[in-house]
């Protein structure tokens, strides 16, 4: 079984690139199945990058029409004013663990040509900010009581130790453990002794030339405690790439590789 996984989706410019490049990725690389982290892809205000972005109803259609399968979330799940109706499909995910009656589910299950498999949206304590408490992600996921070991999780957190945490946890249970949140690319692609595959964070998909798909000034601004308001922006640099190829193998083992196709245009 042949997985892509994007990391988090971030403005509308990733959105469209992103989807019309799926169809000619998925029959090139015979991709099985997608996934993308699509929190980001809608900006719902300026005023505070913390609360300002979230998946809106038409650029999750849009990603969907485009080839993704499962959308994944995180701490900005809930940002749109249109999230309940969003996080209403099957297909759409927001963290499982996050406490409170919010809307939405953490957990879903693909049929693809390639046979069934499940994917889970969890949250570390170090994305959910001041918004959101969290339950303790391994429980939450114990309590799935997951009989197949064909499960990808996305782990959304700031915390490297957390996500490598909760990987050796699972280490045998789940096919792959992908991270998400920091917009930065993990280099090394781990192979855990049980098979599971852990990535610390895949990246995005998103504008290069600021902090995490973000032009710079709001950060700058900020560190030097303006205390005016200021509003934020997205970068206008190339568009980064942040996405990783999974493959499941017959034997339970899973490899995990960066996705760089040479077709993929970062000026679009």
Known sequence: MRVLFFGDVTGPRAVVALSESLPGWRRDHRIDAVIANAENATLSHGEDPRTGFGMSAKAVETLLEGGVDVITGGNHSW???????????ARVLRPLNVVGALAGRGVARLECAAGPFTIVNLMGDS??????????????FDALALADARVIVDFHSESVTEKQTFAYA?????AAVIG??????????HQL?????????????????????????????????FREPHQFVLAHGALA????????GQDGRTSAQRFAPP?????A
Do not use: K
């Not at 994305?127 to 939450?140: D, I, Q, W």
């Not at 077709?263 to 000026?267: G, L, M, Q, R, S």
């Open 79 to 89: 940002d749109a004013s249109d999230c309940d109706r969003v996080l209403d499909s």
């Open 170 to 174: 699972v280490d045998g249970r789940a």
């Open 180 to 189: 998400t949140h920091t917009h930065e690319p993990a280099l090394l692609m």
């Open 193 to 225: 002794p049980r098979g599971t595959a852990f990535v610390a964070d895949a990246g995005m998909v998103g504008p290069l030339g600021g902090v995490q798909g973000i032009a710079a000034d709001f950060f700058i601004h900020e560190m030097r405690e």
């Open 241 to 248: 790439l942040g996405a990783v190829l999974i493959e499941i």
């Open 263 to 267: 077709d993929w245009n970062p000026n």
């Open 127 to 140: 994305a959910s900010g001041e918004r959101y408490t969290v339950a303790n992600p391994l429980a939450a």
